[in-house]
């Protein structure tokens, strides 16, 4: 693929995410920060694939991203979320929580706050892996293998609110269903909606996959549909779930032979899915060729998608993810690497622009997706 | 055992003073362990304090270098892909293939190259930017080999072609000469620059005829007496016999033309056309291949691979490939003339223009100091069929042994270890052995990483380190406290002892505390629950209390009595699960029917009867059952708080229950 830009970084590459760009403006996003993990030091490090800095010394522009900035994270980076345009927050292995500020008049990133132990065990007060954080300014939940749930906003020093126990397995991800509601998803096979309004250390709603207890590992929201959620599981299986019925997936999808590591519902096209996985494949999912009635192709890519199951959910709203019609809800899917090595950690979507991270030691960039 | 090639490099450890004390050490998979001991030297009189650290000695120290990490991770996705590549291909698509797979490494070399040349300029600290410096010319000089290596064995060319790849070659590896003829044109007027006449030499050279005749231009055009001079050398140039690889050109047809075109210099050369100007005489004497002349031109050819390759372009342009290294030997001898000795570079060359590729790898495994250049080279040799032959006394093939000794020093790397389980793969005969020792190292400091490792093994249904990963996991949820956690870990590794563990760890919480812990883990076990006898018990029991829960008591009855007569529970939990039908028989309609209350009974004598053997007599009123106080149905407090006390003793227990019984 001539599209795509590849840069090795000599560190395996836990999380990419784009920084997210004003509404008002235009230009596709230029700047994507990246943690890294396994490594004795481990960064967050913030690059640029900006047309104009990507002038190299000689002159010549080479599409390839360059580094404005690093900063030493101790632990791996487990994830990592933009609080707002210059603060970064980090999950790391030790259970620590940390703020960053990005400062790009001179390039340069700081702590700008940080939780020690976010994440412990009882009692021995050992750390726990953070394992996920979900952010909307100046809220930020975080949890973690020790099962716990932490929210923190961050103008406070200490937790608003911490649920332990939470959860008697490890908390894998953590996502945004309304305001006051989140999502996590755990390595039994289970989604949980918290409410936050209510007291008490009880999820309002488990949903799980039937008698498989298949980990799950990562959960997106639809953008607009807020009842539809795609989480990803240890099979490589992407379950879709309607939240408003049933406590079981609406359909599930196989196309990765192993983990899924992260789904993400593109923000503005939402019709539009990616998902990345330990086998070292990333599939573009595109429903949008239901919609539009034109006739889709099932076996692009070299794999076709395979329906597994599908309960019966009567649809008022027309959405792709949830139709029930065999005959119709057909999904091209795309697979967008064409020799898969090691696995693909982590991917984000904006605008046109796609990033990912690899254990290969690689950050790959393409920025013409619906081309 | 054989012949040691060369004495093994001594490895200073400043601090170590072996004269002092004595050292001891212990082998690790690529790395020793190196520490004072003790004890002191016999002939040593005082004592003195040894030095207090252990040292890591490592073998391949380059897989720790920065920048070389590139180098590795870019070249696993080469490798990988070239293992994956079908082997039907046969004949020319086959060779195109493994050199198209060569030229990837090497680009991957270049690349890497480039990145510590830019090291190396940046730089601030001395130190550094000689680090860099030596790291720059020492992946130069691999991929100078891989090169030779690529044209002799690979591309194996015949004669004709495989001049032009050595051209190539030379061009590719010596180019001072484009910086030289940059400042030259730069310069206000070329014809006169110093380094002019130096600059169509070394085009001469190296055979680029057209870029020498560009310049012989400037020459004509700057001094007008010689044109007619530079007009025949140009001529000369022009009409040189070039073969191309796309050309049909039989080797007769080709040695026929050059003959001609020698005579046609030679004429010229005779009767002193070029006599009024040595330089051009000089490059008239270069075209017809006069050896003392080309080696006159040493300092700009640089290395004697240079002059060699300039030898047979003018003296011999049909070399056939076996007869490469009796040139390459004598032009050797010729370029050093005596006054040094070869360098460990000039003999890899060498061994490769002798075809002897068991040299090239055996000096290259000496003089470089890192596993991958000859475990990939190695590699991609033996996928062109060249190595079959050679087996080694120990291990398996050169190949493996080569792949396995690199595989293994990434996997002591903290962060490289993923790459090497790909090459552990491709080693047929000690692959797996390697990976099973090596995988169950890795330090597991998350779930997330865990998961990783762990999917490693089960793709390759190592069933022994599976278990031994989920049981260290699962030991590290219990010693957290995290019991659901240890047991989804023991259940994913079918770990039914553990899983027992776990669910009495469950069972004992539940007896002091009353309630349930890790509700939404227990209630959604599903088939995992039939792992273990006790993990099943723990969810059916579990069940019986959600059923009693939910008022739905006859199914709740008919389950407690089963988990007794089908012995599934513990014979030390029957007495609570006796005290759990109490307030079953309590209720106002008949749960239990006559067959079932019989059953009750029965259950209750054997339990009397375990009792009564185990206990004296005397003990039989005082035998209070760890969980009885506490183990009443949750949910039930509101049920039996009419009771005037809740029995405890075993004696009080048989009365209220022989009385419930009597009644129905």
């Known amino acids: ?371 | 055992m054989e012949e040691l090639d060369v004495e093994p490099p001594l490895t200073l450890i400043p601090e170590l003073n072996s004269e002092q004390k004595q050292i001891c050490f212990e082998w690790g998979p690529v790395e020793m362990l190196v520490c004072n001991t003790v004890y002191k030297k016999p002939e040593q009189k005082e004592e003195r304090p040894g030095c207090p650290f252990i040292y890591v000695v490592r073998k391949d120290q380059d897989v720790y270098s920065h920048t070389l990490r590139k180098l590795f991770n870019e070249s696993h996705g080469i490798f990988v892909g070239l293992q994956k590549d079908e082997k039907e291909k046969v004949g020319k698509s086959r060779t195109a293939q493994l050199v198209r797979v060569s030229k990837s490494y090497r680009s991957v070399i270049r690349a890497c190259m480039e990145d510590s040349h830019q090291m190396a300029v940046s730089a601030r600290d001395p130190v550094m930017r000689a680090q860099h410096s030596t790291q720059v010319s020492i992946l130069s000089a691999m991929e100078l080999i891989w090169n030779l290596c690529e044209i002799m064995f690979i591309e194996a060319a015949p004669a004709g072609p495989l001049l032009l790849h050595l051209l190539d070659w030379v061009r590719l590896h010596v180019c001072d000469v484009d910086n030289m003829v940059c400042d030259v044109l730069k310069s206000e007027s070329p014809a006169k620059h110093e380094n002019f006449w130096n600059a169509i030499t070394i085009f001469v050279l190296q055979g680029r005829m057209d870029e020498a005749r560009q310049l012989l231009c400037k020459e004509a055009s700057a001094n007008p007496a010689s044109i007619s001079m530079c007009k025949i050398l140009d001529e000369l140039m022009k009409k040189m016999p070039v073969l191309n690889l796309g050309n049909t050109q039989t080797l007769t047809e080709i040695e026929l033309k050059w003959q001609h075109w020698h005579d046609e210099c030679q004429r010229f050369l005779q009767d002193g056309t070029f006599a009024s100007n040595p330089r051009m005489e000089t490059i008239c004497k270069i075209l017809l291949g006069d050896e003392n002349t080309i080696l006159e031109k040493k300092d700009l050819m640089t290395t004697w691979y240079h002059f060699l390759v300039t030898r047979l372009l003018y003296c011999h342009p049909t070399v056939k490939p076996m007869e490469l290294h009796l040139y390459a030997q004598s032009s050797l001898d010729q370029f050093l003339g005596g006054e040094s000795s070869p360098e460990p570079l000039d003999i890899i060359l060498l061994a490769a223009f002798e075809f002897d590729i068991h040299q090239v790898i055996k000096e290259c495994s000496i003089a470089l100091s890192n596993w991958w250049f000859v475990a990939h080279l190695t590699d991609l040799l033996d996928h062109c069929s060249l190595l079959q032959s050679h087996n080694l006394y120990f291990g398996s093939n050169m190949r493996e042994y080569l792949l396995l000794e690199y595989a293994s020093g990434l996997f002591c790397h903290h962060s490289l270890w993923q790459l090497a389980v790909d090459y552990f793969d491709y080693c047929p005969e000690y692959g797996r052995a390697y990976l099973e020792l090596h995988i169950e190292r890795i330090p597991l400091d998350t779930e997330h990483k865990a998961l990783k490792v762990l999917r490693i093994c089960e793709q390759r249904m190592m069933s022994d380190q599976v278990r031994s990963i989920c049981k260290i996991m699962a030991m590290k949820a219990v010693r957290n406290n995290r019991l659901g956690s240890a047991l989804s870990w023991s259940i994913r590794a079918k770990d039914a002892a553990f899983a027992t563990l776990i669910s009495d760890r469950f069972l004992k919480d539940y007896c002091e505390r009353g309630t349930f812990s890790d509700l939404d883990l227990i209630d959604n076990l599903g088939s995992a629950m039939l792992l273990s006898d006790r993990l099943t018990f723990l969810g059916k029991y579990r069940e019986f209390h959600r059923m009693y829960g939910e008022k739905q008591f006859f199914p709740a009855a008919k389950l407690l009595l089963t988990l007794m007569t089908a012995r599934i529970a513990p014979s030390s939990f029957w007495m609570t699960l006796l005290t759990d039908a109490l307030p079953l028989l309590e209720q106002k309609e008949v749960i239990f029917s006559a067959d079932q209350t019989y059953e009750l009974m029965r259950c209750l004598e054997d339990v009397m009867a375990t009792k009564s053997k185990n206990k004296t007599l005397q003990a039989t009123g005082s035998c209070v059952h760890g969980g009885t106080q506490t183990t009443w149905p949750m949910g039930h407090g509101q049920a039996v708080d009419g009771q005037a006390s809740r029995p405890n003793t075993v004696g009080a227990h048989c009365v209220q229950f022989a009385s419930y019984c009597f009644i129905i």
């Open chain 1, 1 to 371: 693929m001539e599209d795509v830009v590849a840069k090795y970084v000599s560190q395996k590459v836990s999380k990419t995410r784009w920084r997210p760009v004003p509404a008002t403006a235009l230009q596709p996003p230029e700047v994507f920060a990246t943690g890294s993990w396994d490594n004795e030091e481990n960064n967050i490090s913030i690059w640029s694939v900006g047309d104009f800095e990507g002038l190299g010394l000689s002159g010549e522009y080479h599409g390839e991203p360059h580094l404005l900035c690093d900063i030493q994270h101790s632990g791996d980076v487990m994830d990592l979320q933009f609080l707002d345009q210059e603060r970064i927050v980090a999950a790391s292995s030790n259970g620590t929580v940390t703020i960053f500020k990005h400062h790009q008049n001179n390039e340069t990133l700081s702590v700008s706050r940080k939780w020690e132990k976010a994440h412990h065990y009882n009692p021995s007060y050992s750390s726990a892996s953070c394992t996920g954080i979900v952010c909307n300014s100046p809220e930020i939940f975080t949890v973690g293998e020790d099962g716990k749930i932490n929210l923190f906003t961050a103008e406070r020093t200490d937790a608003v609110r911490t649920l332990d126990n939470a959860d008697s397995s490890t908390l894998h991800a953590v996502t945004y269903l309304r305001t006051t509601e989140i999502l996590t998803v755990n390595s039994i096979g289970q989604l949980k909606i918290w409410d936050f309004r209510q007291q008490g250390n009880e999820p309002s709603q488990i949903f799980s996959l039937t008698g498989e207890r298949v980990p799950l590992h990562c959960v997106d929201r639809h953008p607009n549909q807020q009842h539809i959620v795609a989480t990803g599981g240890q099979d490589g299986v992407l379950s879709i779930w309607d939240v408003r019925q049933g406590s079981m997936p609406a359909s599930l999808l196989k196309a990765h032979e192993a983990e899924l590591w992260e789904v993400h519902f593109h923000p503005s096209s939402p019709d539009h899915l990616f998902t990345c996985s330990e086998d070292g494949s990333l599939w573009h999912w595109d429903a949008s060729m239901d919609v539009s009635g034109k006739k889709s192709l099932l076996h692009t890519g070299g794999r076709s998608s395979t329906f597994l199951s599908h309960s019966a959910v009567n649809q008022s709203i027309i959405t792709p993810w949830l139709s029930n019609d065999p005959a119709k809800d057909r999904i091209e899917t795309t697979n967008l690497i064409s020799s898969p090595t090691l696995s693909i950690n982590s991917l984000d979507v904006l605008r046109s622009c796609l990033v990912y991270g690899t254990d290969a030691e690689s950050i790959y960039v393409k920025k013409t997706l619906f081309a």
